[in-house]
């Protein structure tokens, strides 16, 4: 089941996709078959298997993307690539392990960030930086 959905504000043809296992998809031509479609997800690609929340696309750069992720699962909620999917690293610094359920990015050098758990209130981080 597809979970997120994002276009690149600088290319519209470049669309990420993201599912509820975990896995991902990166296209640059969307088409009907599976044929343009990239798969850029999953623990092979250091992406955990959980539903993925959301997706943000750096509006300055298409092949700078964020992925929140959900679960209850130590580690990283938050993931980034900068190189179209091929690989992500998982952000932690100023974030707590909890599901992770929105980002959105203001612009190029501000991430917003919104962690929230089931039943728990959540937090929001402004000026998280980690697009340098």
Same mark, same amino acid.
């Given at each position: 089941?597809?979970?997120?959905? &994002? ?15 975990? /896995? ?24 955990? /298997? ?10 300055? =750069? ?13 580690? &990283? ?23 992770? =359920? ?31």
């Amino acid at each position: 089941m597809i979970t997120a959905i &994002a276009v690149a504000p600088n290319n519209g043809n470049r669309i990420y996709i993201g599912y509820y296992d975990g /896995q991902m998809f990166v296209t640059d031509a969307a088409c009907a078959t599976a044929a343009c479609w990239t798969a850029i997800g999953g623990s092979a690609k250091g992406i955990p /298997q959980a539903p993925i929340t959301r997706i943000v696309i750096d509006p300055g =750069n298409a092949g700078v993307a964020y992925a929140a992720v959900s679960g209850f699962g130590g580690g &990283a909620h938050v993931f980034k690539t900068t190189t179209k999917g091929s690989s992500w690293t998982g952000l932690t610094t100023g974030l707590p392990s909890i599901p992770t =359920n929105t980002i959105t990015a203001e612009n190029s050098t501000t991430l917003w960030v919104v962690p929230a758990a089931w039943r728990r209130s959540f937090a929001l981080f402004r000026g998280f930086r980690p697009l340098a």
